[in-house]
């Protein structure tokens, strides 16, 4: 018998420039929120695009969380158009990002999507975005509040409703929570293998279910992961995607992937 170990969770990495210097990063909030909710070992993964593996990669890890950015999915990859209205890019992150998604969900590897990971997947899977939401018309604007202070950025903005009976509702034990609104892009055509879990007031898609998965497969348009330790839905959330990749963590040491 092999004791389960601690999960091999990889976070997806931004590519920036720091002081012209090229840097792989991932925020401190993401990393924590794996450690303390998950109970997992986070592992960076770089935005190095087609110089990864990602059948190989994803062979190796137990879990994988797509992370927020202040970066956009390049409209090249949804059949939109490319433009100040878009950006910023990372396409060193799209290149990596959009193919692993494809990987862990057919290798059946637990995934959490956020924010831009959200999108991403969405459109790893076919789907398409709306560069700015809050341009498009019965739209509210969905970006975060101008504040300096990261309680208000972060704060509660509006409610989502869950699908009743859905997997979100069970997690939660509830069929609504508040949650915080940090993006400009979000769903517009939804992948035909996604399901709609959560929706805000105005209609925007918050949170899906991939349909069919083999594992855990979720994504959040909000951000759960600031704070997370202060938050009962984030916990729990965490809780439940920890346990999918122990699941996995478990099988692996047994010599069966």
Same mark, same amino acid.
Request: proline letters at 9%; one cysteine or more; aromatic letters at 6%.
């Given at each position: 018998?092999?004791?389960?170990?601690?999960?091999?969770?990889?976070?997806?990495?931004?590519?920036?420039?720091?002081?012209?210097?090229?840097?792989?990063?991932?925020?401190?909030?993401?990393?924590?929120?794996?450690?303390?909710?998950?109970?997992?070992?986070?592992?960076?993964?770089?935005?190095?695009?087609?110089?990864?593996?990602?059948?190989?990669?994803?062979?190796?890890?137990?879990?994988?969380?797509?992370?927020?950015?202040?970066?956009?999915?390049?409209?090249?990859?949804?059949?939109?158009?490319?433009?100040?209205?878009?950006?910023?890019?990372?396409?060193?992150?799209?290149?990596?990002?959009?193919?692993?998604?494809?990987?862990?969900?057919?290798?059946?590897?637990?995934?959490?999507?956020?924010?831009?990971?959200?999108?991403?997947? $969405?459109?790893?899977?076919?789907?398409?975005? !709306? +560069?700015?939401?809050?341009?498009?018309?019965? &739209? =509210?604007?969905? %970006? /975060?509040?101008?504040?300096?202070?990261?309680?208000?950025?972060?704060?509660?903005?509006?409610?989502?409703?869950?699908?009743?009976?859905?997997?979100?509702?069970?997690?939660?034990?509830?069929?609504?929570?508040?949650?915080?609104?940090?993006?400009?892009?979000?769903?517009?055509?939804?992948?035909?293998?996604?399901?709609?879990?959560?929706?805000?007031?105005?209609?925007?898609?918050?949170?899906?279910?991939?349909?069919?998965?083999?594992?855990?497969?979720?994504?959040?348009?909000?951000?759960?992961?600031?704070?997370?330790?202060? $938050?009962?839905?984030?916990?729990?959330?965490? !809780? +439940?995607?920890?346990?999918?990749?122990?699941? &996995? =963590?478990?099988? %692996? /040491?047994?010599?069966?992937?």
């Amino acid at each position: 018998m092999h004791p389960t170990p601690q999960p091999l969770i990889g976070l997806s990495a931004d590519w920036k420039d720091s002081d012209g210097k090229p840097v792989h990063t991932v925020g401190d909030k993401y990393v924590r929120a794996i450690v303390v909710g998950a109970h997992g070992l986070p592992l960076l993964i770089p935005a190095l695009g087609a110089a990864i593996d990602p059948a190989d990669l994803a062979r190796r890890l137990d879990g994988l969380c797509l992370t927020g950015s202040l970066s956009n999915v390049h409209p090249r990859f949804y059949e939109g158009k490319p433009g100040p209205h878009a950006e910023p890019y990372d396409e060193a992150r799209d290149e990596i990002a959009i193919p692993l998604i494809r990987e862990v969900l057919s290798q059946g590897v637990p995934l959490l999507a956020i924010c831009r990971g959200f999108q991403e997947l $969405n459109v790893a899977l076919g789907g398409t975005l !709306h +560069a700015r939401v809050h341009d498009v018309p019965g &739209r =509210a604007d969905h %970006r /975060a509040p101008t504040s300096d202070d990261a309680d208000v950025k972060y704060g509660p903005k509006h409610p989502v409703r869950f699908a009743p009976g859905g997997t979100f509702e069970k997690i939660a034990g509830a069929p609504e929570i508040h949650v915080n609104s940090l993006h400009s892009q979000g769903i517009d055509r939804l992948a035909e293998g996604l399901a709609a879990e959560g929706t805000a007031p105005d209609g925007t898609i918050e949170a899906v279910r991939v349909k069919d998965a083999p594992a855990f497969a979720l994504g959040v348009q909000w951000h759960p992961e600031f704070k997370a330790d202060q $938050n009962p839905f984030s916990m729990k959330l965490y !809780h +439940a995607f920890g346990e999918a990749c122990r699941a &996995r =963590a478990k099988t %692996r /040491a047994g010599g069966n992937l």
